[in-house]
């Protein structure tokens, strides 16, 4: 099982960027899946994390500026970032909670993509 993670890039202050992240791989159903994000000296932080129900959580930093969506069909989620502020540059990272089969269970994370927010 892999997830790769697609989007990051350059933005000024106040521009958007939408993240994206795949899961591929022999599975047999992505449960909760997230984004979490790590700024240079900092640790891992979670973003916001969405249930296969829909349910999300939003960080206090990022609510009314980001949303989380995800397609269950093609194994995607989606993280699209409005108003972006310099505080939001880190690399960010996907996660998924996998079921390779009925009871196993595994935190699988993307390799990360490099979000920059700078005039």
């Known amino acids: 099982v892999q997830l790769q993670a697609s989007g990051g890039g350059f933005v000024q202050p106040g521009g958007s960027l939408r993240l994206s992240c795949a899961a591929s791989?022999?599975?047999?159903?992505?449960?909760?899946m997230g984004w979490y994000r790590q700024a240079p000296g900092k640790q891992r932080e979670l973003v916001v994390s969405?249930?296969?129900?829909?349910?999300?959580n939003y960080a206090d930093s990022v609510k009314g500026r980001f949303t989380i969506s995800r397609d269950n069909a093609k194994k995607t989620v989606y993280l699209q970032m409005n108003s972006l502020k310099p505080e939001d540059t880190a690399v960010y990272y996907c996660?998924?909670?996998?079921?390779?089969?009925?009871?196993?269970?595994?935190?699988?994370w993307g390799k990360g993509t490099l979000v920059t927010v700078s005039s």
């Open positions: 791989g022999s599975m047999y159903r992505i449960g909760d």
């Open positions: 996660n998924a909670n996998i079921f390779t089969s009925v009871l196993r269970r595994s935190d699988y």
């Open positions: 969405i249930t296969t129900g829909g349910t999300t």
